[in-house]
């Protein structure tokens, strides 16, 4: 066992990290303008809660998860996503019974045991929200478009909304036979993996990427036909409220998502610059699942985003530049020294970004790499200035020098100075 990150984990450098700080900082002002509040669980949970809220005949909770027992025995897993999780909390703290609508947001790590490739880890990142307690179509149509704000104001361009319905327990399961009388005198001809779903879970081969298997699900009876006219009904204001809002859409009558308890809407966003990996956001609605795992019946929709994804095409733009000053400090000789450190100190407590450079080498060498650092404004108190107590305010974009007290500097004369050359 070397040291290394283990397969299908990856770790996240300074230089990415910026591109997640954005991420985060976008997203976490579009979901505050919409009245999401952010919600922590923890990061593993008992097994039976991923068993019964994603459910069993799911690929995750078949193959992909991370189970072990802990040292009294228990079964426990690194979760696969968020809803459960989610759910879970919401049941057990009673937010139900503060009445209303929850808006709910997470962001945080998922574990899953898949084949990684590119923009597909073990370890991956989602940011998601969960709506608790509503059936309005408005429901649906607000978390689409809170979606399509984040994705948007990301700068994602090539974006295709698809939208499908799956109906209600009932559609699906008068379809689900629909479904098995026409794929079974095929079965022969599916991929393996859709051969083995055809008796646990046949709509999920709707989903198949494999070729063959594709095309003969083109010809296959379509969910959207087996809908009971409350689904139809719920599908069509799910739809004219998107057009209200100006919301581009492709119906796509084989998307079913993995999850047992999913009804009406399902949807997904994809970028289509990303090829194979796509899907940055899926979602839907899920009126069962709170109930299923033991809380009143709740209606409830939610989506979750991909972030390794949105890193990936973040990264190919650069980033707007950062808004506050960037000082370095530059100090040679020991009075010198102790006054840098003193002064980086005050000047943080001011709102600046200070860095001071411990080499100790010439002042050249120093002020090249604030330059490398991408620092605005170099600071330097050499031997003269230590013993008058000044500084020297070099600007590295115009070269511009002045000689001003360390007193005067924090003052906030000073102030705008720096932030109008940030
Ligand atoms: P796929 O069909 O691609 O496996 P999924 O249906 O398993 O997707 P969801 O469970 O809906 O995906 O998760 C929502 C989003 O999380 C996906 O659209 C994708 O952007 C991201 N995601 C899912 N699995 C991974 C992974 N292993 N690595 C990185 N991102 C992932
Ligand atoms: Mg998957």
């Avoid at 669980?41 to 078949?62: C, K, N, Q, W």
């Avoid at 072990?68 to 696969?80: G, I, Y």
């Avoid at 009971?228 to 998107?242: A, G």
Wanted: net charge negative; aromatic share 8%.
């Amino acid at each position: 066992m070397g040291l290394q990150a283990p397969r299908g984990t990856r770790d996240i450098l300074p230089a990415e990290r910026v591109y997640w700080q954005y991420l985060e900082t976008t997203a976490r002002q579009i979901l505050d303008r919409a009245a999401y509040h952010e919600i922590c669980t923890p990061i593993f949970e008992y097994t039976p809660l991923f068993e019964r809220g994603i459910g069993e005949a799911t690929d995750i909770v078949s193959k992909e998860m991370y189970t072990f027992n802990d040292r009294a025995q228990r079964s426990l897993t690194l979760r696969p996503e968020g809803t459960a999780g989610v759910v879970r909390a919401y049941i057990e703290h009673g937010l139900h019974s503060q009445g209303g609508v929850q808006r709910l947001w997470y962001l945080g790590p998922m574990f899953r045991y898949e084949r990684p490739q590119a923009g597909r880890y073990r370890q991956f990142h989602q940011l998601g929200v969960e709506v608790l307690g509503s059936a309005d179509p408005r429901a649906d149509a607000e978390v689409i478009a809170v979606a399509l704000d984040i994705l948007q104001a990301l700068g994602l361009k090539e974006l295709t909304l698809m939208l499908n319905s799956v109906g209600d327990r009932e559609d699906r399961s008068a379809y689900r036979q629909a479904l098995l009388d026409y794929l079974t005198p095929y079965k022969a001809d599916l991929d393996p993996d859709s051969q083995e779903r055809l008796d646990r879970n046949p709509l999920r081969i709707l989903d198949s990427k494999d070729p063959r298997t594709q095309a003969i699900v083109k010809e296959a009876p379509r969910l959207l036909d087996y809908l009971s006219p409350r689904s139809r009904n719920h599908f069509e204001q799910v739809q004219s409220l998107l057009q209200d809002l100006g919301i581009n859409y492709q119906i796509h009558p084989a998307l079913v998502r993995g999850l047992d308890y999913y009804t009406h809407t399902a949807f997904e966003f994809q970028d289509l610059s990303l090829g194979n990996e796509g899907t940055v956001c899926g979602g839907g609605r899920y009126d069962h699942l709170v109930e299923e795992l033991g809380g009143p019946a709740t209606p409830a929709i939610g989506w979750a985003m991909g972030l390794e994804r949105l890193i990936l095409l973040l990264r190919e733009r650069p980033l707007p530049p950062r808004t506050a000053p960037y000082l370095y400090m530059v100090t040679r000789g020991e009075a010198a020294e102790r006054q840098g450190l003193i002064l980086a100190q005050q000047l943080r407590h001011q709102g600046y970004t200070v860095e001071v450079d411990l080499s100790g080498s010439a002042f050249g060498k120093q002020v090249k790499r604030a330059d490398r650092v991408g620092a605005t404004v170099c600071l330097v108190i050499g031997e003269s200035e230590a013993t008058d107590h000044t500084v020297q305010v070099k600007w590295l974009t115009s070269g511009e020098q002045v000689l001003v007290s360390q007193r005067e500097l924090l003052s906030e004369n000073w102030r705008s100075r720096f932030f109008a050359s940030a």
